[in-house]
């Protein structure tokens, strides 16, 4: 088993990758219990600060990265095509549908119990 602390944009994915290979995953995340300043929502993977993950076009890093990680099957990826808004090149999302499709596709996981809780130390139980 292994423990995740924080369901944003790195938890849920590493969750979900480990989840795939049949390991036990417990994911804590404080929300909705919690919010910082910077929270609005109550589900994972919260975008906060815009609503683009730039281009997708295979000509340049942020496009090649993106293409790689459809092939890997990413999870957040795989979220952001289905929650896709117009934005020419770019890869732009509807942030709440986004936020709402990542954390309702974790918690479909049999193997990712996920525990609403704020983590204030080191020890876990």
Same mark, same amino acid.
């Given at each position: ?11 849920? #994915?590493?969750?979900? &990758? ?10 804590? $995340? ?6 910082? =300043?910077?929270?609005?929502? !109550? ?6 600060? +815009?609503?683009?993950? !730039? +281009? ?10 993106? #293409? $790689? ?12 095509? $289905? ?5 020419? &090149? ?5 942030? #709440?549908?986004? +936020?709402?499709?990542?954390? !309702?596709?974790? !918690?479909?996981?049999?193997?990712? =119990?996920?525990? #609403?809780? $704020? ?7």
């Amino acid at each position: 088993m292994i423990i995740i602390i924080g369901a944003g944009l790195a938890g849920c #994915e590493t969750a979900y &990758q480990i989840a795939k290979e049949n390991i036990d995953v417990i994911l804590y $995340e404080m929300k909705p219990k919690n919010f910082t =300043k910077a929270h609005t929502n !109550k589900n994972f993977a919260e975008i906060v600060c +815009s609503n683009s993950f !730039k +281009s997708n076009l295979l000509t340049n890093a942020c496009g090649l990265l993106k #293409e $790689e990680m459809r092939r890997l099957d990413s999870l957040l990826i795989k979220c952001a095509d $289905e929650t896709a808004v117009p934005a020419g &090149q770019a890869l732009a999302i509807d942030r #709440e549908r986004y +936020s709402e499709l990542v954390t !309702k596709k974790i !918690k479909e996981m049999p193997n990712i =119990k996920v525990i #609403e809780a $704020e983590v204030r130390s080191r020890c876990v139980s």
